[in-house]
């Protein structure tokens, strides 16, 4: 027999407009009654309607703002794909999505495009932003006026949020910095092209790298770290600068994107032997490891990532979940030329 608010309420003994009231976290009513009654609503399996509840929001939209640095980034098509994913399968029930793009790791065109979204109308926020003190103290603000955040694919340290959603980047550093020990044969002599030392994801993958390294006493050296801004044409030159000047250099590691501009600089130099390390399934970079100048890539399911940071927003929004929920990680996965 279907559980409905008129059964819960005769099963409590209340009205069903209390029922109403609990379900919908509008207030009013005595704690004990409250209780009573989301007990009895998960003891006897009441279902939402959902019908009801694309009605109520039809009439009052659920605007959800995601900010993504993709612009030149083509990692973020995959984020992309799972935001726009849940966008559509929460359609019904009045969720919209304002996307906003930007390009690189400047500070105020972060804050600056937060600012937008709010201004916008978005009641929650899906940001992949800096790990800088200006956002924290941003990220803070809206969290103590009850605006849900969802930190989706790069974390940002010391802030109250809703949760993280993305990659374990430690694990994922770890990852490259054990499968590079088990391939060496000589002592490595490692660039780091890394993207923004403001993105905690990026650091993280280095300082996963390094602690493997160490973990399985490896015999390496960093000769040095080098930041491309996720860009391919940066990318570039900063690696190509590098090679010149330390040229003892066998093994690149690259911690962002800017991937491509990497693989153009080993082509440009062919008579050194690179042992070059990349992450995430991207065109480019699957194109570099079958021809064998990336010798592996770690990925981290973008699409998933998109989709669930969405979907907490919206649960969050609802009162269907706690203002403050697990991290959703994903999962970390090795490609080679064989499995791509």
Known sequence: MKVTVKSLAQAAGVSRGTV????????????EVVLKIKNLAKELGYIPNRAGKALAAYKTPIKIGVMLPSIGNPFFDGVIEGVFQARDEFADLGVEVVLKEIEGFDSSAHLKAIDELLAKGCKALCLSTLNIEPVREKISDLNFHHLPVVLLNTNVENVHCLCYVGSDYLAAGATCGGMLAMCAKDPLKILIVTGSKMILGHNQRIDGFKQELDRQHA???IVDIVECNDS????????LDALDEYEDVNCIYIA?????GVGAAILARPQRKIFAIAFDEVYST???????IIKFIVCQQPERQGYHAIKRAYLALTHQIPEQVDDFITETIIKIQANL
Request: a positive charge; glycine letters at 14%.
């Open 232 to 239: 391919d044409i940066k990318a570039t030159r900063v690696t």
């Open 286 to 292: 699957k194109e570099l490891v079958k021809q064998g």
């Open 20 to 31: 109403d009231r609990v379900l919908h976290n509008r207030g009013g009513v005595k704690p």
């Open 256 to 260: 962002g994107a800017g991937i491509q």
């Open 219 to 221: 015999e390496y050296r």
